[in-house]
């Protein structure tokens, strides 16, 4: 229907309305509302003296209210609530929670960045739901998060769910490769740990064999042959030695 032609209806039931009630006087009141924006819901009241149906509405009024802003179509009692600083729905609330576009803001105590699993769906973050990100395993300390880097003590730090794993971690310490298992590496060759892994267990370096758990620094020199205390000198002054001091436990991790 064309603008001239609704005006014309709106006209035309108007005067019936006026003359019906000068000629029959009834009790019966129509309240409708001036619906501008055409979302099917008005915001200013209008009482006419007389019963209407829902045929009878005419153009640019509506019989439902509560309209709160009636220059926008997309802004009535039954629109989606939208997180764009609008009240959509006219309930009096801009952007709550759970509107139509909302994120997940997880619950971070700790102002780390990273929240716990519990979440709200917001527009923008709140109270203690600030975090976009989730994963942090300790939510009462900061420090502790998955970007965190590893540090050796006996936390995990970066909850990963291993604690002092990796080379390389904060206040990390040289264990040396010893094959052997006799407490002592060979070389310089080492990893920076937090605690023994694997063949890289030896704190101290100093072996001159690492193939035989005899041979250490420190080991009762036998007329063998062999360095046994790796002090460079073979079978040194046998006859005159001590007896042998107690071979060192290896240990055990």
Not at 26 to 35: E, G, N, P, Q, T
């Amino acid at each position: 229907m064309f603008a001239g032609e609704r005006t014309m209806k709106s006209a035309k039931f108007f005067l019936f309305a006026a003359a019906f009630s000068a000629f029959f006087p009834v009790s019966a009141k129509c309240v409708l509302f001036i619906d501008r924006d055409g979302d099917g819901f008005g915001g200013e009241k209008t009482v006419f003296d007389y019963e209407c149906s829902d045929d009878d509405i005419p153009t640019g009024y509506s019989k439902k209210g509560g309209d709160c802003n009636d220059n926008n179509r997309y802004v009535h009692p039954k629109a989606d609530e939208l997180c764009n600083g609008i009240d959509d729905n006219c309930d009096g609330k801009i952007d709550p929670e759970n509107s139509k576009d909302c994120n997940r803001y997880y619950k971070d105590l700790d102002y780390d960045g990273t929240g716990t699993d519990e979440y709200r769906c917001l527009c923008v973050s709140e109270g203690d739901f600030r975090a976009l990100e989730r994963g942090d395993c300790n939510d009462s300390n900061p420090k502790i998060h998955p970007e965190a880097k590893e540090i050796c003590n006996d936390l995990d730090d970066n909850c990963n769910g291993i604690v002092d794993e990796g080379e390389n971690a904060a206040n990390c310490r040289p264990f040396y490769r010893d094959s052997d298992g006799d407490g002592f590496g060979i070389g310089d060759e080492s990893r920076c740990l937090c605690k023994a892994d694997g063949i890289f267990r030896a704190e101290k370096t100093g072996d001159c064999n690492d193939n035989n758990p005899d041979i250490y620094p420190g080991a009762y020199e036998h007329f063998d042959r062999l360095d046994n205390n790796c002090n460079g000198i073979i079978d040194e002054n046998p006859g005159n030695l001590p007896p042998p001091p107690p071979r060192p436990k290896p240990k055990k991790y």
